[in-house]
Every structure is written in structure tokens, then in C-alpha cells.
């Protein structure tokens, strides 16, 4: 007997009480009845969910599918749809516009040079624990730790001098001594503005070089001015809201699985490890979209071309089909293919500078504050299901 075709569904966002670390629940009930699912848009679009693994993955890699914002629907809060490509943008671009971007960059992101970052990450940290000590519990981790870390480490591979970190500081807040206070985030500047100074700025090291990555791209005549400056811009946005969520979100759920933490108090060699199963547990960045160039045949099914295909990354972390015991936190788990850090063509270009601040971080805070914990568990704010980046708003905790 066959069964009846579901209806277009709509993207499940309600998560299950209790767990905050739990994708929604309706995304593991459709994936058990059929890996891929028609699907009908916030624009009424209608086209395909995909919450398998293998599904998931098979698209990431496969360049009959578009990640132009003109070309595909977006199937959570509007971020651009329909606008042209922005130069450096490489997120959305295709081949091979996108190959160029990789050629050029992957050299400069490698794993070499990025773990000869670890120094400086370590001393961002330390400050931060530092400001943590000196403040006094309780504190609110997202702002005191969680932001700043990624936020500094950014602008410190980037380039951008300490002085103008400062300049983006509107969030100062002067009844909690403004001095010791750090900027919450460049992306309140709003897109243009960011684009606008890193012009300058790259002007600027034309001339004047410096030892950073902006320097290095200016120099090298690799790319013209709007799309160096774009790109920059495009490394705040994906690098510090996407591992200031995993900081925050991570410390929660390591808090409230106390087995885990207990190990990895114990066994520090685990720290790569633990960070690769959170990445999995949490996946912070928790859907994607592409759209087809051509007809594709998939998981049995025809995805006719211009029909998008929304990527669920988190169900595809949790499919029991790939992953044994999916919805349980295990530190000790042997890592490896996870798509926290997406895969196939546009897998992300940050993923060793977040893995060694995460690596850095989570240790160095527990050891440093050994009874760390929080301070009303029940009443924590989450973020909105159709923000891109999942995680929580804030997290008071005292020690
Ligand atoms: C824990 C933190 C991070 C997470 C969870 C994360 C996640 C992701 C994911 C899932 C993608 C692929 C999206 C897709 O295919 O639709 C991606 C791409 C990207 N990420 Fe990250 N990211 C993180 C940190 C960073 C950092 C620190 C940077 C830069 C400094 C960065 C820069 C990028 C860029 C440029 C791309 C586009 C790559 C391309 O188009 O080829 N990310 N990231």
C-alpha cells in the first residue's frame, strides 16, 4: 500500500519543553517518515525539506544547487532574499565565482596558521576571565565572555586596531564602569557601515601593511576593494554571532549535563573532542538552504529546478541513521561528521579559529571558576527559532 502524499509542511520550530538543547520535535517525526518533504516557505514558496543525513550532505556538496540569495527561498527570517550577490560575499555565491573565493582564501585559513593564533586567543580569554574575577558574580556570560572572545579574535585576525574596536562601543554601559566594558558587537553597525570602514582600513594597510590578514588580502591584489571590504565585513557576521552562541550555549549545556563536565575536568585531552560533540549536540547554525539549477532526483524524489531545498543541519546532527544515541551529549564519542561547520562546497572557512577559541575557552573557564554555575536555570531566555544562529540571549551565572 502506498502511502498518502503529506502536505507542503511548514518548517517545525517549536522546540520540546524541558530541553533547551533539543531541535523541534516535529523535525525528527518527518525525518522518520521520509528524509526529504515538501515544504511550503514563509513566502509560500513551495518546495523541499531535507532532514536525513545523507540528504542533507548529499546537497551541501552537489554544485547543481544554488546558494544565490536571488535564486533560492530562505525558510527562516527573512536575511536578504532575492538581493543580487554583495561583492565578497562568498557565502552566496556559486561557481565559479565561489571557486575563486576558496582558491584564494584556503591558503590563508589554514590549520598551520590558524593554531599559531592560539597564543593570542589564549591571552583574549584570559582577559576576559580576568574582567570576569574582577567584576565579582553574579555575571551575565554572553556579554562578559562569550561575545568578547570571538568579537576580539575576529578583529584581531582581521586587523582592526584596538583603538576602533572601541569606537564601535555605543553599548558601553557607564553605570558598570565604562573602561572595563567591551564592544557587544560590530554587526550593530549594520552592514554598509561595516564595509565602509573596512574600505578604509584596507586602503590603509595597501600602504601601511601590517602583519594580518587585511594586510595580506590588500596586498596581494587578490581582490578589488568593494569585495575585500565585503568579505570582511562577512567574516564578523559569520564568525562572532555563530561562536559566541557555541560559547554561551556550550557552557549552558555543559552545566546541566554534570557527568560531562566531571569528564572533561578530568581528562583536558578530551577538550577537541568535547568541542566536536557539542558542535553536533547544539548546531548552533541550524538550517541552510540551496536552491536547484537543474532537475535533481533525491532520496527517491524529483526536486524540479528553481525549487529550493530547506538543509535542516540539526536534524541531520540528531539522525540515528548516521550517529549512535543522537540525543545524548557524549564528550567521549568518537568524532567526525558532523555539519555543525556545513560541508561539501561552502564548508566554513572559520572553522579552526572557532575550534581553537572554543578549545581555549571552555577548559580555561572551568578551571578557573571551578563551581561555576547558574543562577536561575529554569528562567533562561532562548533565541527566536527564526534567528539564523541559535543559542541563548543571556546566561547569569556566579561561582
Ligand atoms: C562555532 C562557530 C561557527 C559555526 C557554527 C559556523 C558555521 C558555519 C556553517 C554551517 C557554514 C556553512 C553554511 C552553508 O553552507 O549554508 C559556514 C560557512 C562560513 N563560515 Fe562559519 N561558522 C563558525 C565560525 C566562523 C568563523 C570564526 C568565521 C570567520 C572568521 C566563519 C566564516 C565563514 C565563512 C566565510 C563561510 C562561507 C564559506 C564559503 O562560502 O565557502 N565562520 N559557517
Known amino acids: 500500500m502506498t502511502e498518502t502524499p503529506m502536505a507542503p509542511q511548514h518548517l517545525p520550530a517549536a522546540r520540546p519543553a524541558g530541553c533547551p538543547f533539543d531541535p523541534p520535535a516535529g523535525l525528527a517525526r518527518l525525518r522518520e517518515r521520509s528524509a526529504l518533504t515538501r515544504m511550503e516557505f514563509p513566502d509560500g514558496h513551495h518546495g523541499w525539506l531535507a532532514t536525513g543525513y545523507s ?3 548529499a ?27 554583495i561583492p565578497g560575499d562568498m557565502l552566496h555565491l ?8 576558496r582558491r584564494l582564501l584556503a591558503s590563508r585559513f589554514t590549520m598551520r596558521r590558524m593554531r599559531r593564533f592560539t597564543d593570542v586567543i589564549t591571552e583574549i580569554v584570559a582577559a576576559r576571565l580576568d574582567a570576569m574575577r574582577h567584576r565579582g558574580g553574579p555575571v551575565e556570560l554572553v556579554e562578559v565572555f562569550a561575545r568578547p572572545i570571538p568579537m576580539l579574535s575576529v578583529c584581531e585576525l582581521l586587523g582592526v586596531p584596538p583603538e576602533d574596536r572601541d569606537r564601535f562601543t555605543p553599548h558601553v554601559r557607564p553605570d558598570r564602569g565604562g573602561a572595563e566594558e567591551l564592544p557587544t558587537t560590530f554587526v550593530d553597525m549594520g552592514f554598509t557601515a561595516m564595509q565602509d570602514y573596512f574600505r578604509d582600513l584596507a586602503a590603509t594597510r595597501r600602504t601601511t601593511p601590517a602583519d594580518d590578514l587585511l594586510s595580506d588580502l ?9 569585495e575585500l571590504a565585503g568579505l570582511a565585513a ?10 559566541t552562541s557555541m560559547l554561551s550555549l556550550g557552557v549552558f549545556a555543559l552545566l546541566t549535563h554534570p557527568d560531562q563536565l566531571t569528564a572533561l575536568r578530568a581528562r583536558p585531552e578530551l577538550a577537541d573532542r568535547a568541542v ?10 541550524h538550517t541552510g538552504a540551496r536552491a536547484a539549477l537543474v532537475d535533481v532526483e533525491l532520496a527517491g524524489q524529483v526536486v524540479k529546478a528553481g525549487e529550493t531545498v530547506a538543509l535542516s543541519l540539526q536534524s541531520a546532527n540528531r539522525d540515528p541513521a548516521r550517529f549512535d544515541a543522537p540525543d545524548e551529549l557524549d564528550i567521549g564519542r568518537v568524532p567526525g561528521g558532523h555539519l555543525g561547520f556545513g560541508s561539501g562546497i561552502h564548508p566554513c572557512l572559520g572553522k579552526e579559529l572557532a575550534r ?22 529554569e528562567d533562561i531566555e532562548m533565541r527566536d527559532p527564526s534567528d539564523n544562529v541559535y543559542g541563548v540571549r543571556q546566561l547569569h551565572v556566579t561561582w
Open 55 to 57: 540528504v542533507v550532505r
Open 59 to 85: 546537497v551541501l556538496a552537489d554544485p547543481r544547487f544554488s546558494h544565490r540569495n536571488d535564486r533560492r527561498h530562505w525558510p527562516l527570517a527573512d536575511i536578504g532574499q532575492g538581493l543580487p550577490p
Open 94 to 101: 556559486d561557481r565559479p565565482e565561489h571557486t575563486r573565493y
Open 218 to 226: 590588500a596586498t596581494s591584489g587578490d581582490f578589488p576593494d568593494d
Open 234 to 243: 562577512i567574516m564578523l557576521l559569520a564568525g562572532v554571532e555563530s561562536t
Open 276 to 285: 566536536e560533540e557539542l558542535m553536533r549536540y547544539l548546531s548552533v547554525v
Open 356 to 377: 581553537i577559541e572554543m578549545r581555549v575557552a571552555f577548559p580555561a573557564l572551568f578551571d578557573r571558576f571551578p563551581t561555576l554555575r547558574l543562577v536561575d536555570p
